[in-house]
Nanobody
Framework: QVQLVESGGGLVQAGGSLSLSCVASGSIFSINRMGWFRQAPGKEREFVASISWNGDRTSYVDSVKGRFTISGDTAKNTVTLQMNSLKPEDTAVYYC????????????WGQGTQVTVSS
């Protein structure tokens, strides 16, 4: 089992930046990939970005490409989502998730952190 704790959410004006962090603990050795997801009010949770645990492969949803950057620091068991040029439509609760080795889905989730972008 992997425990995940997010931090870094908050309120920012459109065009601003925020950095979200996710610290993993527990069975770190079993992590294959880390991801960020978000859920806006009244909408389903959607994929935002992911990174392989060794950091060599990243993936982004089209709506954030060129604005968000996901990175990892295995020495600190931390994954960061740097969000620039934020838009009101980025407002959501952001969740960190871990996909374990031999798993096809994200098995472990953090508690979420609120990001609000004002226009």
């Amino acid at each position: 089992q992997v425990q995940l704790v997010e931090s870094g959410g908050g309120l920012v004006q459109a065009g601003g930046s925020l950095s979200l962090s996710c610290v993993a603990s527990g069975s770190i050795f079993s992590i294959n990939r880390m991801g960020w997801f978000r859920q806006a009010p009244g909408k389903e949770r959607e994929f935002v970005a992911s990174i392989s645990w060794n950091g060599d492969r990243t993936s982004y949803v089209d709506s954030v490409k060129g604005r968000f950057t996901i990175s990892g620091d295995t020495a600190k068991n931390t994954v960061t989502l740097q969000m620039n040029s934020l838009k009101p439509e980025d407002t959501a609760v952001y969740y960190c998730a871990a996909r374990l080795v031999l798993s096809s889905k994200y098995d472990n989730w953090g508690q979420g952190t609120q990001v609000t972008v004002s226009s």
